[in-house]
């Protein structure tokens, strides 16, 4: 029980930087009245989340002196990871906007590293009956931490500035070390591999990878996850202009994206498992990949009520329940095409590639919204999810998935 609280403690700390490398900075920078395309350089900060797999041998290959192999890089990383938040608090976007985008990226790099080392000490400390528990109680620390560096964020800097807001962030970061001083470090013993880092890098990642890509299909399958985001990369990085231009405040937009919209994203999970037995994953996937793009297409409907904030809280929860849903089986899919023999690294870089559209082309989104004007760009950006259905329905017919029993949270 108190490893599952210790596990609960460090999903809050996985969840809690997220949101200052994506909304909440967006945010920040549109209070500052900078241009659209600067906003939408926030999408590309990001990409650490996505590349964390080329340095995750480090922290297998080169342990600390200190507190053993987990717990010592642990805190390591969360030291630097507060420093990073109260830098990035301390930052003025109106006079130094690169400053701020480097400390955010920064945060980004770091959080990414965190991410990395708690899911080691997860899988390492509970056995398989109960990584399913484990993984339960992360994902409610990582939800309440995202309510809080999200909407908990905005809605306090309102009242108190955001440098002031964003510093409390920097102080509940401090759960993390703590929670890790508590923890056991896993008793794991290690199986000798290739003489040499770099001839163990190669069989902890290039092998497994060169098994996937010798796969048939697998160019198509790539191209499916790179492009199921899409629509969401470019929309997502746009959201907090557009809600200013449409006469709503900090304190609007906080209430569209708290607990009301929590619920919804846990209800749309808890219907994408229940799709994913009833109709098969790659079923499942295409008919929430459906929903969620014309879901999509609430941004666009937004524009007519400027200012109703009724009309805001329906986008937000039509939003997050029909992400959700549709990612629920995303995730049951690239579970799904885990060889046993590679599970943690073919999944780690799987998952690494479904962001990447968001923290590359997402970045051109604040280009395009300026060039096509808020409601004509919210309606191309459910149009960006057409390919991927589209790929998903050749995969359905010449690379079927394997269907396989994968809980669903």
């Known amino acids: ?50 590349l964390k797999f080329l340095w995750a041998p480090v922290f297998d290959e080169l342990p600390p002196p200190w507190l053993g192999r987990r717990r010592g890089w642990l805190l390591i990383v969360q030291g630097l990871l507060v420093a990073c938040i109260a830098a ?13 985008l ?14 990395i080392l708690i899911d080691a000490w997860r899988i390492e400390s509970f056995a398989p009956r109960q990584q399913g528990a484990a993984l339960a109680a992360y994902v409610w620390g990582y939800r309440v931490a995202l309510l809080v560096s999200g909407a908990g964020v905005i809605a306090l800097s309102a009242h108190t500035g955001w440098n002031e807001a964003l510093l409390l962030v920097a102080g509940l970061a401090l759960i993390g070390p703590l929670a890790t001083m508590l923890a056991p470090e896993p008793d794991v013993t290690r199986q000798s591999g290739p003489a ?34 899409l629509g969401e990369a470019l929309a997502g990085g746009m959201l907090a202009p ?20 929590l619920a919804a994203a846990l209800a749309g999970a808890a219907l994408g498992g229940v799709l994913v037995a009833r109709l098969g994953v790659g079923r499942a996937l295409l008919v929430t990949s459906i929903f969620q793009t014309v879901a999509l297409l609430m941004y666009p409907a937004l524009g007519l009520f400027p200012g109703h904030p009724g009309m805001l809280v329906a986008t937000s929860v039509v939003e997050s329940f029909a992400g959700a849903l ?24 799987l998952s690494s590639l479904s962001p990447l559209a968001l923290h590359t082309i997402g970045g051109l989104s604040g280009v395009l919204a300026a060039s096509l004007g808020f409601i004509p760009f919210f309606i191309a950006t459910s149009f960006a999810a057409l390919p991927a259905m589209a790929l998903m329905l050749v995969i359905l017919k010449f690379y079927p998935p394997v269907e396989r029993k994968v809980a669903a949270f």
């Open 196 to 229: 040499g880092f770099a001839a163990r890098f190669a069989a902890s990642v290039r092998i497994p990878f060169a098994e996937f890509l010798a796969r048939r299909g697998a160019l198509v399958v790539i191209a499916f996850i790179v492009a199921f985001r």
């Open 88 to 100: 990035l608090a301390l930052s003025n976007p109106a006079a130094h906007v690169g400053l701020t």
């Open 102 to 115: 480097g400390f955010g990226a920064a945060v980004a790099f770091v959080s990414a590293s965190q991410d």
């Open 326 to 349: 549709a990612y629920a089986g995303f995730l049951t899919y690239l579970s799904g095409l885990c060889n046993p023999e590679y599970t943690a690294t073919q999944y780690a870089l």
């Open 242 to 261: 557009y809600y200013t231009s449409l006469g709503f405040n900090r304190a609007a937009i906080a209430v569209a994206n708290g607990p009301v919209s």
């Open 1 to 50: 029980m108190k490893k599952l609280g210790l596990m609960t403690a460090l999903g809050f700390a996985s969840g809690l930087p997220l949101a200052l490398s994506g909304f909440t900075l967006s945010m920040w920078l549109t209070s500052a009245h900078l241009a659209l395309g600067v906003i939408g350089l926030t999408a590309n900060i990001g990409l650490a989340y996505t």
